[in-house]
């Protein structure tokens, strides 16, 4: 089975704040995404609503056919958001309030109870919950222990050190995707993924479900349409 993506528009949202308004409008953005084959739209609203807003959540909720998977720290006001938009994915990740972007996997020994309590809460109400990790074979047994569905692979240091090799780059993402596979963990990816290592990653990672990713994809979207766009703005001058 191939594996899915998820596309994480927070990207788009922050464009569009960087001028008010509606513009690029984000949720016309997710529908063309799906329209093109994006089997998900994710996103990580974060407590400053710097991106994605709380009401952006609400409004994709309605909007979105495929997969929708909401990322983030379980806060209150966070889970309170979940519970009210029901998506089909949460993905808890560990980030501070003022992380610029996620920066490391749960440590799954010391926030065992805490998550366990959390995940059984958010699938007593049908959404699969999938929890970020470091690509560690021996954390899988802790992350099983917690109920969830999935772990998300953070793949930063894989793209960090692809170029240097790949195979060694990717050898503790498939001791550990091995380890959760052993468990009937299911697998996800992300970060810093993009153009030149995915197609490595997902065809040497076993059981990967589903890659999530938004910066460089946003950004080879700016590159790729660059040609048609500006032909349409020359043509308004000729
Ligand atoms: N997974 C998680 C948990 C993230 O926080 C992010 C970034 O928001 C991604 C995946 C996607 O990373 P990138 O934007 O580098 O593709």
């Known amino acids: 089975m191939r594996p899915k993506l998820s596309v994480n528009v927070n990207k788009v949202a922050t464009l569009r704040n960087a001028r008010g308004g509606t ?130 692979l953070y793949t930063e240091n894989y793209a960090k050190t692809y170029g240097e090799s790949a195979e060694l780059a990717i050898e503790p993402y498939v001791k550990a995707a091995l380890a959760a596979k052993e468990l009937n963990l299911g697998i996800n990816a992300g970060h810093d993924l993009n153009l030149e290592n995915l197609r490595y990653f997902a065809s040497h990672l076993p059981g990967l479900l589903e890659v999530s990713i938004g910066h460089a994809l946003i950004a080879d979207c700016l590159y790729e349409g660059l040609q048609t766009v500006l032909k349409k703005y020359l043509s308004c001058l000729s």
Request: glycine letters at 6%.
């Open 23 to 152: 513009i690029p409008n984000l949720l016309e953005f997710a529908s063309q995404v799906e329209a093109c084959g994006g089997q998900g739209i994710t996103v990580h609203p974060r407590p400053d609503q710097r991106h994605i807003r709380y009401q952006d959540v609400h409004d994709l909720s309605q909007r979105v056919t495929t997969e929708f998977n909401i990322e983030g720290y379980p806060s209150p006001a966070f889970l309170q958001l979940v519970e009210q938009v029901k998506p089909t994915q949460v993905t808890l990740v560990p980030d501070g309030p003022n992380a610029l972007t996620s920066n490391a996997g749960w440590d799954l020994r010391k926030h065992q109870i805490f998550l366990t309590g959390i995940v059984r809460r958010l699938q007593s109400q049908g959404m699969r919950v999938s929890l970020f990790v470091e690509p560690s074979s021996a954390i899988m047994e802790y992350a099983k222990s917690t109920g969830a569905d999935r772990i998300e």
